[in-house]
C-alpha cells in the first residue's frame, strides 16, 4: 500500500469512497447538523481539524504502541487522543467565537463519538500509511465529510419550502435523500476503481 | 405497554420491553445508525453484528452500575468510554479467533462499537443510576432491539439483493438480483422505508386512540 500515492489517497476519502455516504461513517452530526448550511460549514471546518490533530496523533501513538507490543491498547488511546483533540477544539472555538459555539451546542462534545474520526485512525493503521499518507486521508475524509454535510444542507434548506406528505416528514425523508445522494456518488467509483 | 418509561424501578417487564418497541434504539431514537447501515448487507452480518453489540451493551451497562458509587461524576464520561473500549477490544479478538471471514466482512466496524451512541448512552442515561440486575435486564431489551433492526435491514437487503436468505438460495437461478440494496445507496433506502412504515402506523394509532376518546367522551 506504500505506493498509492498522495493525489490518490486524497480522492478516494474525499469523493471515491467519502466516509459518509459510502462507508457510513458519522451519520449522527450528518443527520443531526445540516439543517443550515452555514452550520454545517462550520461544523466540517471543526471535523476537519480534529481529524487532522487526531490522525497524526494517532500515527505517533500507534508507533510507540508498535514498538512496545501493546497493539491490544489501540482502541483505547485513540478514543483518550481523539477525546482531548475535541476539547482542544471545543476550548479554541469558544474563545473565538462564542456564536458559533453556541451554534453548534452539543454537536461538538459529541464529535469524540463521531464514528468518522475513530474510523479514520483504525483505516489508516489498517492500510500502513506513512506519515504524509496519513495527513492527505485525513484531509481528503474531512473534505468529504464537509461536502456530504453541505450538500445535504443545501437539498434540505431547499426542502423545507416543499409540500411533503406528514407521515415522511424529518428522519425518513432525510435518508431518502441521503440514499440519493448516495448514488449519485457511486458514479465516482470508476475513477478509482 | 403504556407506562412512564422515565420511572426507572422497580424491576418489571417493561424494562426489558422499553428498548424493543417504544424506544427501540434505531427505528425510534435514531442512535447508532452507522453499523446499522454499514453491515447489514447480509443477514448473517446483521446477526453477528447485533450479537457482538449487545455482548458491549450488556457487560458494559454491568460493569457501570457495579461502579456507579465508585466513579467520581467530573471523570464518569471518560471512565464509560474506557469500560466500554476494554470489552470492544474483548469482542473484536473473540470475533477474530472464532470466525475469520466474520472478521473480515465486519471490518473496523467491530472496533467502531466503542463510539456507538446507544451504548454510551444507556450507560449514561440507565445503568449509572440504576441497580445492576436492572441494568442488566435495560441492556438486554436495548440489545435485542437494536439485533431486531439490523436484521429487519439485513434480511430485506439480502433478500432483494442477492436473492438469499443467511446465504441459502430462495428464489432459484432465474433471480435476477437487485443489486442495488448490497451497496450503499440500499442502506439508506431501506431504513428510510422502515421509518415510513413506523412512522404510518404510528400515526394510525395515534389516531385511533384521538377517536376512542372522543368517543368515550360523547357517551
Partial sequence: MQSESLTFIFLNAFIINNFVLAMFLGLCPFLGVSGKLKTAWNMGLAVIFVMIVSSTSAYLINMILVRYNLEFLRLICYIAVIASAVQLVEMTIKKFSPALFRTLGIFLPLITTNCAILGLALFQTNRDYNFLQCVAFALGAGAGFTLALMLMAGLREKLELADVPDVSMGAALSLMLAGLLSLAFMGFAGLGG | MVKDPRVPDPLSWNTFTQGLWKENPVFVMLLGLCPVLAVTNTAMNALAMGLATTFVLVCSGVLV????KVIPKQVRIASYIIIIATFVTITDYAIQAISLDLYKALGAFIQLIVVNCIILGRAEAFASKNKVTNAFVNAL????????????????????????????????????????????PGGFFVLAFWLFLFSVVRKRRALAQVTEEEVHDAV
Fill in chain 2, 141 to 184: 431489551g436495548m440489545g435485542v432491539g437494536f439485533t431486531f433492526a439490523l436484521l429487519c435491514l439485513g434480511v430485506v437487503r439480502e433478500v432483494l439483493g442477492s436473492g438469499t436468505l443467511f446465504g441459502l438460495d430462495l428464489f432459484g437461478p432465474s433471480f435476477q438480483p437487485w443489486s442495488i440494496f448490497v451497496l450503499p
Fill in chain 2, 65 to 68: 452500575s457495579l461502579l456507579r
